[in-house]
T-cell receptor, first 111, second 112 residues
């Protein structure tokens, strides 16, 4: 069966520090991968999605970037965090169908 | 411009009664709709879906209704249980390989 891992589960970082969140999927090949952020009162905001290695689509211009160095690995990064980057970050995967399956999430607090 | 709208941020229902969560959309190209359930500090979990060729899909206590002419869908939970208390997200897609568009969610509280 397929599983999706995200780490860390929680993270507290100062403003201006870098960020790296990792997501890996097991049990499937060539999945579509997604990064979402859930901020208070804003629901699930799609940040990036990828349909293959090295292919990244950005939905919202911002302080973040994503990379997909391997088929089942998706990384969310920032060079310098802002206070507004605080939120709950979710990774998800799907095959070429409609359902997306989410990871457990990372709670990021920028202080 | 929000393409998927959940206009009720919260809903409170007594245990055993029906919960009805509503969702409206503006993009007529959406052809697949999903509901996700999310507990605090966890990722959303897929609940139920419906294709635009159907107007109803049922799975146990959960039923989703789709009214394409009104661009409206709803999730019915009968009977509601305290464990159903969560945030419910409505999502829509134009095709199988485009990202889902999510609503802002409705927080359901089922009171014992």
């Amino acid at each position: 069966s397929q599983t999706i891992h995200q780490w860390p589960a929680t993270l507290v970082q100062p403003v201006g520090s870098p960020l790296s969140l990792e997501c890996t999927v097991e049990g499937t090949s060539n999945p579509n991968l997604y990064w979402y952020r859930q901020a208070a009162g804003r629901g699930l905001q799609l940040l990036f999605y990828s349909v293959g290695i090295g292919q990244i689509s950005s939905e919202v211009p911002q302080n973040l970037s994503a990379s997909r160095p391997q088929d089942r690995q998706f990384i969310l990064s920032s060079k310098k965090l802002l206070l507004s980057d605080s939120g709950f970050y979710l990774c998800a995967w799907s095959l070429v169908d409609y359902e997306q399956y989410f990871g457990p999430g990372t709670r990021l607090t920028v202080t | 411009d929000q393409q998927v709208k959940q206009n009720s941020p919260s809903l409170s229902v007594q245990e055993g009664r029906i919960s009805i969560l509503n969702c409206d959309y503006t993009n007529s190209m959406f052809d697949y709709f999903l509901w996700y359930k999310k507990y605090p500090a966890e990722g959303p979990t897929f609940l139920i879906s419906i294709s635009s060729i159907k107007d109803k899909n049922e799975d146990g206590r959960f039923t989703v209704f789709l009214n394409k002419s009104a661009k409206h869908l709803s999730l019915h939970i009968v009977p509601s249980q305290p464990g159903d208390s969560a945030v419910y997200f409505c999502a829509a897609s134009e095709s199988g390989n485009t990202p889902l568009v999510f609503g802002k969610g409705t927080r359901l509280s089922v009171i014992a």
